[in-house]
């Protein structure tokens, strides 16, 4: 089974900067999409970043130019950079594993991002 455990959560201030970890538990970056969600209080899920098994990216609109996804293939480990935190950038943050041939998903439990003054 597919087990992904994210990391590296915490309270930081506007403006400032924060890396999430995704530690997935075996090489799965050849055959998985991985992406990172986020879901505030009162809102729906939304798609943050995407990164492809063959290593194309893409971002939602609205971290587009802040946040950078990238993947260690030897480490297991997906990241997702966040630069320029927002008040509204607040959530709990999830990674997902998607197999796009069969679309089987896999879901790590989530890291909170708190951005407050």
């Known amino acids: 089974q597919v087990q992904l455990v994210e990391s590296g959560g915490g309270l930081v201030q506007p403006g400032g900067s924060l890396r999430l970890s995704c530690a997935a538990s075996?090489?799965?970056?050849?055959?998985?999409?991985m992406n990172w969600y986020r879901q505030a209080p009162g809102k729906q899920r939304e798609l943050v970043a995407t990164i492809t098994s063959g290593g194309t990216t893409k971002y939602g609109d609205s971290v587009k130019g802040r946040f950078t996804i990238s993947r260690d293939n030897a480490k297991n480990t997906m990241y997702l950079q966040m630069n320029n935190l927002k008040p509204e950038d607040t959530a709990v943050y999830y990674c997902?594993?998607?197999?796009?041939?069969?679309?089987?998903?896999?879901w790590g439990k989530g890291t909170l991002v708190t951005v407050s003054s």
């Open positions: 997902n594993a998607l197999r796009v041939v069969t679309l089987e998903a896999h």
């Open positions: 075996g090489s799965i970056f050849s055959i998985y999409a």
